[in-house]
C-alpha cells in the first residue's frame, strides 16, 4: 500500500481526475442540455493539454476515470440479467482496461529523453487509442470529445489540435496556440423530431414490460396504434424502435396480417425478432406499400449482449453461467440496404449505427432503431447521440432514429 500511495500522490488524482473530467464533460453537459461551444472548446482543449504534459501515472488514473465516465451505464444492463452484484467487478474490468491502455502509451513514450519525441509518441498512442475495441466495442473515439465544440471532429484536425498543443509545450511560445484556429470547424448537424413524410416513434416501454407474456397484447395494441395514428397524419413511412414486437414476426401470422394489412397504406419499418431453424436473429422488418415484405438482419452484433466475443468453450460457459443457456444471436453477413420511395437507406439495429463498419461505404442515409431500455437510466443514450453526429457530420450521412425509452430524432446537414 505505502508503495502504492507513493506512485499515485494526491496530485496524480488531482491532475488525473481534472483531466477525466474535463474530456467527459461534453457527454454531461449534453445530458442535461447546456449547449456553450466555448466551455466544450476549453475544456477539451485544456483536458488534452494537460494529459500530454503528464507522467504515465496520471495517464493511468485518467485512463480508470475516463472509460467510467463514458460507461458506467454497462452496468445498468446487469440489473435486468438479476446480476447486480457483478457490476463492481464489471467497472473495476473496464477500468482497468482502459487505464493499462492509456498507461502503456505514456510507458512507452518515457522511454525516451527527447521531449519531441516523446510527445510524437503520446499523439501517436492517443489517435490509437480510437482504434483499440476491447471485445469489439468501438464506442470509444477521442476526437469524438469535441463534437460539440468549435473545432472539427475529422481526423486530421484532431491530430493538428494534439501537434499545436504538443508544438507549445515544447517551445513555450503562446503564438503557437493560434495554430487551433485552422481546426475551426464547428458540426452543422441539425437534430429535429420528426422530417416530412416520416414519422419516427418513440416508445416507452421498460424491459420487464417487454418481456412480461402478460402484457404482450397491450404492448401489441399500442404499437398498432401508433401506425394507425401515422395513416391518419398521412405520413408516408412510419419507423418504430428496435424489438418492437417481442415475438417471432416470421412465425406469428396474425400479427405479420395485421402489419401487412396497415402497409397498404404506410411503410412500416419496425424492430422484431426472426427465427431461422433454433437461431434468433434481431432483424428490421420492412412492410412496404407495394405489397413486399423484405427483412433485414443485424450484422454487427453487440458484444456479450447479442455475441459473445471469447473463445468457444469460455462462450459456452459464460452463457450457460450468467444467460440461463441462452444461444447467440445469429449475424448477418453483410450489412443490409433497402429502398422505400426510390431512396435508398442501410439498415441499422442499435450497436451497429455507431459502428465504423456500417459506414464504409459512406451511406447517404440510415435509418436506425434501438432499445435503450436495457440502460434506463443512465446517459447511455446521449453517448449513442454523440456518436451518431459525429458519424453524421464525418460521412455527411442523413440518420433516422427510432428508439424505446429516450427520444427518437433525425440528424441531419
Same mark, same amino acid.
Given at each position: *500500500?505505502? #508503495? ?14 481534472? +483531466? ?16 456553450? #461551444? ?6 477539451? @482543449? ?36 438479476? *446480476?447486480?452484484?457483478?457490476? $463492481? /467487478?464489471?467497472?473495476? =474490468? ?5 487505464? *493499462? ?6 510507458? +512507452? ?32 473515439? $477521442? ?19 494534439? +501537434? ?13 496556440? !493560434?495554430?487551433? !484556429? ?13 422530417? #416530412? ?20 397484447? !397491450? ?28 415475438? /417471432? ?9 395485421? @402489419? ?31 405489397? %413486399?415484405?423484405?427483412?433485414?438482419? %443485424?450484422?454487427? &452484433? ?7 466475443? &471469447? $473463445? ?9 453461467? /450468467? ?29 451497429? =449505427?455507431?459502428?465504423?463498419? @456500417?459506414?464504409?461505404?459512406?451511406? #447517404? ?9 436495457? /440502460?434506463? $437510466?443512465?446517459?447511455?443514450?446521449? &453517448? ?9 457530420? +464525418? ?19
Amino acid at each position: *500500500m505505502n #508503495k502504492i500511495r507513493h506512485y499515485i500522490s494526491t496530485l496524480t488524482l488531482i491532475k488525473g481526475l481534472f +483531466i477525466s473530467i474535463a474530456l467527459s464533460s461534453f457527454i454531461y453537459l449534453e445530458y442535461f442540455g447546456i449547449s456553450y #461551444k466555448i466551455v466544450d472548446t476549453l475544456l477539451a @482543449l485544456s483536458g488534452f493539454f494537460i494529459l500530454l504534459k503528464s507522467p504515465k501515472s496520471v495517464w493511468f488514473v485518467s485512463g480508470f476515470v475516463i472509460s467510467l465516465l463514458w460507461f458506467w451505464w454497462i452496468g445498468v444492463s446487469f440489473i435486468h440479467y438479476d *446480476m447486480a452484484y457483478l457490476i $463492481p /467487478f464489471l467497472l473495476l =474490468a473496464i477500468g482497468l482496461i482502459y487505464a *493499462m491502455m492509456f498507461y502503456l502509451v505514456a510507458y +512507452i513514450s518515457e522511454f525516451s529523453t527527447n521531449q519531441a519525441l516523446s510527445l510524437a509518441i503520446k499523439i501517436s498512442g492517443i489517435i490509437s487509442l480510437g482504434y483499440i475495441h476491447p471485445f469489439g466495442f468501438d464506442w470509444f473515439k $477521442p476526437q469524438l470529445i469535441f463534437i460539440n465544440s468549435y473545432l472539427g471532429v475529422e481526423l486530421w484536425r484532431f491530430v493538428l489540435l494534439l +501537434i499545436v498543443l504538443c508544438l507549445y509545450i515544447y517551445t513555450k511560445k503562446p503564438y503557437i496556440l !493560434l495554430g487551433v !484556429l485552422l481546426a475551426y470547424h464547428p458540426s452543422h448537424i441539425t437534430t429535429s423530431e420528426q422530417i #416530412k413524410d416520416i414519422k419516427l416513434i418513440t416508445t416507452h416501454i421498460s424491459v420487464k414490460d417487454k418481456w412480461d407474456e402478460s402484457k404482450k397484447e !397491450l404492448i401489441e395494441a399500442r404499437l398498432l396504434s401508433h401506425i394507425d395514428h401515422a395513416i391518419e397524419q398521412n405520413y408516408s413511412t412510419v419507423i418504430l424502435p428496435e424489438s418492437s414486437f417481442v415475438s /417471432f414476426i416470421n412465425y406469428d401470422q396474425k400479427l405479420f396480417d395485421k @402489419l401487412t394489412q396497415r402497409a397498404k397504406h404506410i411503410n412500416i419499418i419496425t424492430g422484431g425478432l426472426f427465427l431461422e431453424g433454433r437461431v434468433p436473429r434481431n432483424s428490421t422488418y420492412i412492410f412496404t406499400q407495394d405489397g %413486399k415484405v423484405q427483412v433485414a438482419h %443485424k450484422h454487427i &452484433l453487440v458484444p456479450f449482449g447479442e455475441s459473445n466475443p &471469447l $473463445p468457444k468453450f469460455l462462450s459456452d460457459w459464460v452463457n450457460e453461467t /450468467f444467460y440461463g443457456g441462452a444461444v447467440d444471436y445469429k449475424a448477418s453477413d453483410h450489412i443490409s440496404t433497402y429502398k422505400l420511395d426510390d431512396k435508398t437507406y442501410t439498415n441499422a439495429i442499435c450497436f451497429e =449505427a455507431t459502428s465504423d463498419k @456500417l459506414y464504409q461505404n459512406h451511406p #447517404k442515409a440510415i435509418i436506425a432503431i434501438s432499445n435503450n431500455g436495457w /440502460f434506463y $437510466p443512465s446517459t447511455e443514450p446521449t &453517448l449513442q447521440k454523440l456518436l451518431l453526429k459525429y458519424y453524421a457530420t +464525418i460521412y455527411h450521412t442523413t440518420i433516422y432514429h427510432a428508439i424505446n425509452m429516450s427520444k427518437s430524432y433525425v440528424l441531419t446537414e
